[in-house]
């Protein structure tokens, strides 16, 4: 979907918290949470400031469940914390916690006054937030979905027979076809020089912020590309993320055999998997590019390679 079309059904939504009264200002906010949660490009943006806002979740808990008022750090904070606020609003099994928080921050004691102090302090922020990301396409999990959609559902043959032709620089090649797709959407590709972990890409959105970290690999256990190869993966990106103090990065995986490959972690409830460890994140997107992979019937049972997120983290320990 377009950006100009996502804004305006973004703002249709807003439209209808503006106008909606105390009574029936809690369903609409589950409404436009549920319509946020439909849109990849949305759930992305949100994925985003989880991110670069780890803190939020537990700011947001002090407003709504313990009567705190919080103040913002910057509009970052700000956006990232009522982002919170509104899913744990949204959540609640209370008629009206928006016009507590409200009233907190200053609304006074009629529930008119508290919902416009709500629409304020929290929801203004973060749809301006939202607005300033689909300008800039700024969300990496967003575009990477996308790109993997693209991959799987219209190149796949293409990109497999990239592969397959010169399978000792497939993986240079895939990674090119990655950057070229980044580049038309606005992101700065910036290729590392080698560091004490190895040459892992630096892309930057097109204003100048850093965006993430990625290294990408390919999965074929036939090819000596197995399983120690994509935990070797995971650890390389992690002690470059380390070297250059950075927040998170993403390892992108293709797959060109017939097996499975399966992730068992405990964050896989976001657009994009990840995994936590000393304050570093990396999310993990697998893309299944093999065009020989042979019908259910004929293949037998489907091998599957797993790799958990104890045996990801307990590499970094090594």
């Given at each position: 979907?377009?950006?100009?079309?996502?804004?305006?059904?973004?703002?249709?939504?807003?439209?209808?918290?503006?106008?909606?009264?105390?009574?029936?200002?809690?369903?609409?906010?589950?409404?436009?949470?549920?319509?946020?949660?439909?849109?990849?490009?949305?759930?992305?943006?949100?994925?985003?400031?989880?991110?670069?806002?780890?803190?939020?979740?537990?700011?947001?808990?002090s407003?709504?469940?313990?009567?705190e008022?919080?103040?913002?750090?910057?509009?970052?904070?700000?956006?990232?914390?009522a982002?919170?606020?509104?899913?744990?609003?949204?959540?609640?099994?209370?008629?009206?916690?928006?016009?507590?928080?409200?009233?907190?921050?200053?609304?006074?004691t009629?529930?008119?006054?508290?919902?416009?102090?709500?629409?304020?302090?929290?929801?203004?922020?973060?749809?301006?937030?939202?607005?300033?990301?689909?300008?800039?396409?700024?969300?990496?999990?967003?575009?990477?979905?996308?790109?993997?959609?693209?991959?799987?559902?219209?190149?796949?043959?293409?990109?497999?027979?990239?592969?397959?032709?010169?399978?000792?620089?497939?993986?240079?090649?895939?990674?090119?076809?990655?950057?070229?797709?980044?580049f038309?959407?606005?992101?700065?590709?910036?290729?590392?020089?080698?560091?004490?972990?190895?040459?892992?890409?630096?892309?930057?959105?097109?204003?100048?912020?850093?965006?993430?970290?990625?290294?990408?690999?390919?999965?074929?256990?036939?090819?000596?590309?197995?399983?120690?190869?994509?935990?070797?993966?995971?650890q390389?990106?992690?002690?470059?993320?380390?070297?250059?103090n950075?927040?998170?990065?993403?390892?992108?995986?293709?797959?060109?055999?017939?097996?499975?490959?399966?992730?068992?972690?405990?964050?896989?409830?976001?657009?994009?998997?990840?995994?936590?460890?000393?304050?570093?994140?990396?999310?993990?997107?697998?893309?299944?590019?093999?065009?020989?992979?042979?019908?259910?019937?004929?293949?037998?049972?489907l091998?599957?390679?797993?790799?958990?997120?104890?045996?990801?983290?307990?590499?970094?320990?090594?």
């Amino acid at each position: 979907m377009k950006t100009e079309n996502l804004r305006e059904k973004l703002h249709t939504r807003k439209s209808e918290l503006d106008v909606a009264n105390h009574e029936i200002f809690h369903e609409k906010l589950k409404r436009f949470w549920g319509f946020l949660q439909d849109h990849s490009v949305f759930v992305g943006i949100v994925q985003d400031l989880d991110c670069r806002r780890p803190d939020a979740r537990r700011k947001a808990s002090s407003i709504v469940n313990n009567n705190e008022r919080i103040e913002f750090k910057d509009e970052l904070d700000e956006a990232a914390v009522a982002c919170k606020v509104i899913h744990l609003c949204a959540q609640s099994p209370l008629d009206q916690p928006a016009l507590s928080v409200g009233r907190r921050y200053g609304g006074g004691t009629h529930n008119d006054d508290a919902l416009e102090r709500f629409r304020e302090v929290i929801l203004e922020p973060f749809i301006r937030h939202i607005d300033e990301q689909l300008d800039y396409q700024h969300s990496a999990s967003a575009l990477l979905i996308r790109y993997k959609h693209k991959c799987e559902w219209f190149n796949r043959s293409k990109l497999f027979t990239l592969w397959k032709d010169n399978t000792q620089k497939g993986e240079t090649l895939l990674k090119t076809d990655l950057y070229e797709y980044l580049f038309d959407q606005g992101v700065e590709i910036q290729i590392e020089p080698s560091s004490a972990s190895g040459e892992v890409d630096f892309l930057k959105d097109q204003i100048g912020e850093d965006l993430f970290l990625a290294e990408v690999k390919i999965f074929n256990p036939s090819k000596s590309k197995g399983k120690p190869y994509i935990i070797s993966g995971f650890q390389q990106l992690y002690r470059y993320l380390e070297e250059r103090n950075e927040l998170f990065g993403y390892l992108v995986i293709y797959n060109t055999s017939e097996n499975d490959l399966s992730f068992k972690l405990s964050n896989l409830s976001q657009l994009v998997p990840f995994v936590t460890y000393n304050n570093k994140i990396i999310f993990i997107l697998t893309i299944n590019i093999s065009s020989e992979v042979k019908s259910a019937s004929k293949r037998g049972k489907l091998k599957t390679t797993e790799i958990t997120e104890e045996e990801l983290i307990n590499v970094l320990d090594e």
